[in-house]
């Protein structure tokens, strides 16, 4: 008896063909808010006016982090929505936070985003930050690689999201000129610090960070810090 092969990673095309289809269900199945469940609307009216950007500043490794919201209640209903469910038109309405952020950081730099594991770009089709920063109007250049794939960090702690990430970025490419680090949510920032960390191990001058949202522990402690 021979057991059937491993199914293959699905090709580019083939994950073209599931995003079309994705979209084009969305025309015939119900939808509905993604931050309040409203039916018959992708996202509300009262929901996309509470994703108007609330710029957050805070502090990394000697480098500033912006945010454009509070990663709570709608804000991180959408922002899920848009990175778990394939409703990729959010990336739209997530825009001009991230926008916000990026102009409360430093103008005339390159905007590197984190790298989107193979595992989630094979199960989503798209990248998230790449994706928002599209429709936010701004061009992103990919310069990391993982050397090694740290684990999901949900559920781990500040000092093992830290650990679980250490030495995982290289630097691929080395840009003129300084760098943000862009990526969709800061928890504890432990990714955005390994990938200053990558930055710096090849003498790139890092000017700050831009995160379309932040966890709100995250954003109170840099509240009281100002
Ligand atoms: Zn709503």
Do not use: W
């Not at 979209?23 to 808010?33: G, M, Y």
């Not at 995982?168 to 928890?187: C, E």
Request: with cysteine; glycine share 6%; net charge positive.
């Amino acid at each position: 008896m021979s057991m059937p092969p491993p199914a293959p990673a699905p090709a580019p095309a083939l994950l073209r063909t599931r995003r079309a289809l994705a979209e084009a269900l969305a025309f015939v199945l119900p939808v509905s808010c993604a931050g309040c469940g409203l039916p018959d609307v992708s996202l509300c009216d009262v929901c996309r006016s509470s994703l108007a950007p609330t710029p957050l500043r805070g502090d990394l490794d000697g480098v500033p982090v912006h945010s454009g919201l509070v990663f709570d209640d709608v804000a991180a209903r959408v922002i899920r929505a848009l990175k778990e469910d394939g409703r990729t038109g959010l990336a739209r309405d997530l825009a001009p936070a991230f926008a916000a952020a990026a102009a409360a950081s430093v103008p005339d730099v390159t905007l590197a985003p984190i790298p989107t594991s193979r595992a989630s770009f094979r199960r989503r089709g798209y990248r998230v930050v790449e994706l928002v920063a599209r429709r936010a109007g701004l061009p992103t250049a990919r310069l990391f690689r993982y050397v090694r794939q740290p684990r999901d960090q949900r559920g781990l702690d500040a000092t093992d999201r830290r650990r679980n990430v250490e030495g995982s970025l290289a630097v691929t490419r080395v840009p003129t000129g300084r760098v943000v680090v862009v990526d969709d949510v800061m928890t504890t920032g432990a990714t955005l610090s390994e990938a200053v960390r990558a930055l710096r191990a090849v003498g790139v001058d890092v000017a700050g960070a831009v995160t379309i949202a932040a966890t709100p522990r995250r954003a109170d402690k840099d509240r009281r810090q100002r």
